[in-house]
């Protein structure tokens, strides 16, 4: 294992919108499956009366309200690219990390963190518990470098360490 992992590029809005996607349906899951309910119970309704208002709000309703959820987190992936549109470096070691930009510089220990979750493409640090950093996998130069990430996050973090199965 190298002493210190590097991790540099700039932000793109799949990057922010994908992280803040998967971070959003995570904590609003129990209300996405609500609504996945109510749409049924509308489509129910239609077939067994025949069309009514009721049957008609309970189809349209969940519809509106994940079409807010898709739209505010578009909104929120453009503000974040927005503030983060330069170019980042990230390095990694045994103690903690940090994030280098052109105005701004954040070192972290992991035992400051509270939790850190790997996504498909990221991995979201949290420092607070609602509030992550994105971390792009795509930003590392090999692949070598994301498991030895991996490795200390698991080391460092343990139970506070949602990442991916190694193979």
Known sequence: MSDSIQAA???ELRDLQKDILWHTLRKLRILLALMGVFFLMGVANLFISHFNSAALWLLIFPIVVVFL???GVRTAAKKALQASNRP??????LMGYEIKTNSSLVKN???NLHKVQESETSFLLFP???F???????FFAEEQDIAELREIIRVRLGSKAALKQLN
């Open 9 to 11: 590029g700039k932000f």
């Open 69 to 71: 959820v898709f739209r």
């Open 88 to 93: 980042v470096e990230y390095s990694f070691n």
């Open 109 to 111: 220990e992991w035992d």
């Open 128 to 130: 607070q518990a609602n």
């Open 132 to 138: 992550f950093q994105v971390v792009p996998k795509r």
